[in-house]
């Protein structure tokens, strides 16, 4: 129900930005996180964008290991919304996902719990 694009390969240092956008839900109502599972571990959160009506009234929180280097961000006009990501190191290779849910997790960034998910798509940091 969610489909994730803009992975890839990039150096450490350099950026790239992902976007999630959905043919069967209508995103501007539903909480959009962004997740990632790396090789050999569990899979976890990284950021999550409120629901809004207004592309310029919601909240973002994100995890510590990508504080100040990820910024998510929601075009509801074009129906998707953005992780963009600088600042990019090898340990944050890993498949990344969106996923949506009616509110942020109230645990938090890290968290996992959503109902609805993408795909994935990789993104590999490596020189």
């Known amino acids: 129900q969610l489909v994730e694009s803009g992975g890839g390969l990039v150096q450490p240092g350099g950026s790239l930005r992902l976007a999630c956008a959905s043919s069967?839900?209508?995103?501007?109502?539903?909480?959009i996180g962004w997740l990632r599972q790396a090789p050999g571990k569990e899979r976890e959160g990284v950021s999550c964008?409120?629901?809004?009506?207004?592309?310029?009234?919601?909240?973002?929180d994100y995890a510590d290991s990508v504080k100040g280097r990820f910024t998510v961000s929601r075009d509801n006009a074009k129906k998707t919304v953005y992780l963009q990501m600088n600042s990019l190191k090898p340990e944050d290779t890993a498949v990344y996902y969106c996923?949506?849910?009616?509110?942020?997790?109230?645990?938090?960034?890290?968290?996992?719990?959503?109902?609805?998910w993408g795909q994935g798509t990789q993104v590999t940091v490596s020189s």
């Open positions: 964008i409120s629901s809004s009506l207004s592309s310029s009234n919601f909240t973002t």
């Open positions: 996923a949506a849910d009616w509110a942020c997790p109230s645990e938090g960034a890290h968290s996992t719990k959503y109902n609805y």
């Open positions: 069967a839900l209508t995103l501007d109502l539903y909480a």
